[in-house]
């Protein structure tokens, strides 16, 4: 039991820090990917190819004072991208990362903890997250803040409903809620992948996925040349690098919960072993966002709106009826 | 396409081309057609490779835009107009202006100040000159009015300096003596045509 506790608080840690690692990594991937489209250099001059800049950023946000608006809650002001922070790496906690190794003659199982309703937590998690950024604009007693507050409510809001309803169908397939199932569901090669027996799905919790992470066509919390930054206008130095980390881990664990749940998870991949496919997965996932913020515009609210509630939605219920009709038979 | 069509600036009588946009949707089932149109049509994709084939492009194929600009430098145009220069004569080295104050007549900001007194030779000497850079407009009426083409502009740009009087005075502006076989004539406002020679005549002397 002793050697369980240990193992989780080691796992615990070692997660945190290369996922951190990894969303400060992801900032300068978005920026190099995002330059090379426009066809510019990007980062380039710390370290060779600008692969020290994250470094000089860190340091620029450490550093940075760290300032409190007057007529601000300064208490909520202050854990509002704790919140963003930690839910995301909470989140992260259900999801297996890797297929089962053995280190030093020891089995490790890199996930936190297998809960069997891992996806439900995940999904809780992620959706609690929404209260970062929904308290850090109440909170900073600014127009835009508070606009930005009022957008992370009803695009979050929105779309919960549809990443619940359009993962529900899976779910029904599989009949487990939990990732590990989700994964040895799919051990048959490619022709398994849930993807080829819920194609829409895969669509519907893509484009949640985008609007829960917050990332271009519905990055309306923060759109610069609407509401200045949205619900982060007030906050800088490390209050506001906490909130990129939680949106950038956010967009790892979408990642990970698109490449388990339709992917086809960790498993070999023809010569590929399972810990290397579930990685090109992931990157590739990460590298179709970069990519669709380079190509695609935004879209207003209302649209986003009237895309949720009047076309994904029912979608996401046919679907959902439909893999219930033919399950029947 | 002529360089006629870039001087018309009568804004309204060019010939827009209207794009077609097609119908507008009407009602709420032609919007939903729409949508279903646009999606299967995957309209979003071509985005997609647009950019990616640009990325490519940047990347192997050497289309990369970025200038990287303190070490690199794109050229400027002959007729640019920045910091000013004022030019010697190639045989004697002496500085070309005659101190006639034209140019500080016309400058239209009023930043030129200059005064000018008889030396030795009894002859006019240009005793003080300088351009206050902060209110010069870089119109280049000095250059073109200058019967000289002893004031001309140069291609200095990068002109951030700690102190107002920097690059502003006479001695700053004149070419150097010892740079004089590298002096270049400006071809910009005021200067000689390249077939000046062909235009000239002569004047008949009698009458
Ligand atoms: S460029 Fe124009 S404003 Fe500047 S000194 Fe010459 S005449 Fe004056
Ligand atoms: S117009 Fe030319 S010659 Fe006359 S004072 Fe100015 S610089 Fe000298």
Redesign the interface.
């Known amino acids: 039991m002793d050697g369980y506790i240990i193992g989780t608080i080691i796992k615990a840690i070692l997660i945190l820090a290369i996922i951190s690692a990894l969303a400060g990594f992801g900032t300068y991937l978005e920026r190099k990917?995002l330059a090379?489209?426009?066809?510019?250099?990007g980062p380039?001059h710390v370290g060779p190819y600008g692969l020290l800049q994250i470094l000089a950023d860190g340091i620029k946000l450490f550093t940075k004072e760290d300032f409190i608006p007057s007529h601000a809650n300064r208490l909520i002001f202050m854990i509002a991208p704790a919140i963003t922070a930690a839910t995301a790496f909470i989140a992260l906690a259900a999801v297996p990362l890797l297929p089962e190794f053995t280190i030093f003659g020891v089995k490790v199982r890199p996930i936190v903890a297998d809960l069997n309703i891992g996806i439900l937590f995940v999904l809780g998690m992620m959706a609690a997250g929404l209260y970062g950024p929904l308290l850090a604009g109440l909170a900073q007693h600014n127009k835009w803040g508070l606009l930005g507050a009022a957008r992370t409510a009803v695009q979050f809001l929105s779309y919960e409903v549809v990443t619940g309803l359009a993962i529900l169908a899976p779910i029904m397939m599989v009949g487990s809620l939990s990732l590990i199932d989700f994964n040895n569901y799919q051990t048959g090669g490619i022709g398994s992948w849930l993807i080829w027996k819920q194609p829409l799905a895969f669509i519907l919790f893509m484009i949640a996925g985008y609007a829960e992470t917050n990332r271009t066509p519905f990055d309306l919390l923060e759109h610069e040349a609407e509401v200045v930054s949205g619900y982060a206008t007030e906050y800088s130095g490390m209050r506001w690098g906490m909130f990129f980390i939680g949106e950038y881990t956010n967009m790892i664990t979408i990642g990970f919960l698109a490449s388990l749940v339709f992917l086809g998870g960790f498993n070999p991949w023809g010569f590929i072993p399972g810990g290397l496919a579930i990685i090109l997965k992931v990157s590739f996932l990460f590298f179709l966002m970069l990519?669709?913020r380079?190509?695609?515009p935004h879209v207003r609210p209302d649209q986003l709106m009237w895309l949720c509630w009047k076309?994904l939605m029912p979608l996401a219920v046919i679907n959902v009826t439909l893999t219930g009709l033919v399950m029947m038979v | 396409m002529s360089l006629e069509q870039f001087k018309n600036r009568n804004v309204g009588t060019q010939n827009y081309v209207m794009l077609d946009l097609g119908k507008e949707p009407a009602n709420n089932w032609e919007k939903f057609k729409q949508?279903v149109r646009r999606s299967v049509k995957l309209e979003?994709f071509t985005?997609?490779k647009?950019?990616?084939r640009?990325?490519i492009?940047?990347?192997f194929m050497g289309?990369?835009?970025?200038v990287?600009y303190p070490f690199e430098k794109l050229p400027i145009a002959p007729r640019y107009r920045a910091i000013h220069e004022m030019k010697r004569l190639l045989e004697s080295g002496h500085y070309r202006c005659i101190g006639c104050g034209l140019c500080e007549k016309i400058c239209i900001a009023n930043c030129i100040r200059m005064d000018t007194r008889y030396d030795e030779n009894q002859r006019k000497e240009v005793s003080e000159y300088t351009i206050n850079f902060g209110r010069c407009i870089f119109c280049g009426y000095c250059a073109e009015v200058c019967p000289e083409l002893a004031i001309v502009h140069g291609g200095r740009y990068e002109v951030s300096s700690e102190q107002r009087a920097s690059f502003a005075l006479f001695e700053d502006m004149l070419t150097p003596i010892d740079k004089l076989t590298e002096q270049k004539e400006y071809p910009g406002f005021g200067a000689v045509s390249p077939d000046a020679d062909k235009k000239i005549k002569k004047t008949p002397l009698a009458y």
């Open positions: 990917v090379f489209m426009q066809r510019r250099l380039m990519w669709i380079a190509a695609w076309v | 949508v979003l985005g997609l647009v950019t990616f640009e990325m492009k940047a990347l289309e990369m835009h970025t990287k």
